[in-house]
């Protein structure tokens, strides 16, 4: 399942190829007709994030300067689920999109982002090629100059703005929106004896966090992830919030998720893969880039099991908590 800082990025690549523009709007594979009726010919004014919610406003085509909370904004309300995703393709003078983002799951630390592909010509409109749609399309979105599908999301409905609130009141705070608060997630953990591990895989609790993320802060905190919520002191929790604001938002601004610090990354290795032979100053400064670290330096724990710590060599650990697999160092985390 895609975490936060894809949805995020979602966020951001709908309002580049969109914002302002009016919409066709249909549901090639029919089980979204009455929805796509409702939003075709209207205007996209808004495209937010909110965890792994996305949100996209629309008023009617003929509001003049339209603001995102008028009482006559819709929203279509989507969750990719674990199978969801949204294709793009654009016309050849179209900005550079997301290709594809959500299931089938990309390998870790896989770019999001490519330059679209050349469209695979059938429908024509004025001046570019519309590809037809491939497998099941819940939602297509035709705009100038690009289209966007999606298929297999868990959730894709037509919401009004009371109902985006109320979607909105039962999600946690999200660390890579500017509304996100701090107090509510520390004073939430600590009011629970369920194990922070637990917490934080719960969207209640923090919007946007997934395996990955929190299994990665955790280890940065040095926090157990088995320890309950109200025995981690505050400060600790403090702290993992910061430290997830600074991932998430990098993420979301690179497209992959990179946890290690560089002086923590098997530079032995590193060297022997890049064919560039790098200098170690060169690729401390491009840490972050997209592709700057490979997949197997990009973690801590995740996925790391019965490796050696990086930074104790302990032999990491991993358990299922909360359905998923939780990797964690016995021994860095206590
Ligand atoms: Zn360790």
């Not at 996209?56 to 309300?77: I, N």
């Not at 009141?169 to 939430?188: C, N, S, Y």
């Not at 919520?229 to 403090?238: E, H």
């Not at 100053?281 to 099991?305: E, K, L, M």
């Amino acid at each position: 399942m895609p975490e936060g800082h894809t949805v995020h990025r979602l966020a951001r690549t709908f309002d580049t190829l969109y914002a302002g523009q009016v919409l066709r709007v249909s549901s090639p594979q029919g089980r979204f007709a009455d929805g796509a009726g409702v939003l075709d010919g209207r205007r996209l004014v808004a495209s937010e994030a909110w965890g792994k919610q996305l949100f996209l406003g629309f008023v009617p085509a003929g509001v003049p300067d339209p603001r995102p909370t008028a009482s006559d904004t819709v929203w279509l309300r989507t969750h990719l689920g674990l199978y969801g995703a949204w294709t793009f393709a654009g016309a050849p003078d179209a900005p550079e999109v997301a290709h594809a983002i959500g299931a089938p799951r990309r390998r870790i630390g896989e770019r999001d982002s490519v330059p679209p592909s050349a469209p695979s010509s059938s429908v024509t409109s004025d001046t570019w090629d519309v590809p037809e749609p491939r497998g099941q399309v819940r939602v297509r979105l035709l705009g100038e100059h690009a289209v966007a599908d999606l298929t297999g999301p868990t959730a894709c409905e037509v919401i009004t703005a009371d109902e985006k609130q109320a979607v909105e009141a039962r999600l946690g705070p999200d660390p890579i929106r500017d509304d996100g608060d701090p107090e509510a997630f520390v004073a939430r953990v600590g009011r629970s004896r369920v194990t922070i591990g637990q917490q934080l895989m719960d969207q209640a609790v923090v919007a946007g966090v997934g395996n990955i993320y929190r299994a990665e802060a955790l280890f940065r905190a040095g926090v157990d992830p088995l320890r309950p919520g109200r025995d981690v002191p505050a400060s600790s929790v403090r702290a993992i919030w910061d430290d997830l604001v600074v991932l998430m938002r990098d993420g979301a601004d690179h497209g992959a998720i990179v946890t290690t610090r560089p002086e923590d990354r098997d530079a032995g290795r590193a060297d022997a893969e890049g064919a560039h032979a790098t200098p170690a100053r060169t690729r401390q400064n491009t840490d972050g880039a997209p592709g700057a670290v490979p997949s197997d330096q990009a973690f801590y724990v995740y996925h790391r099991d019965g490796l050696p710590c990086r930074v104790c060599g302990s032999p990491v650990l991993v358990k299922e908590l909360a359905g998923r697999n939780l990797f964690w160092c016995g021994t860095c985390q206590t």
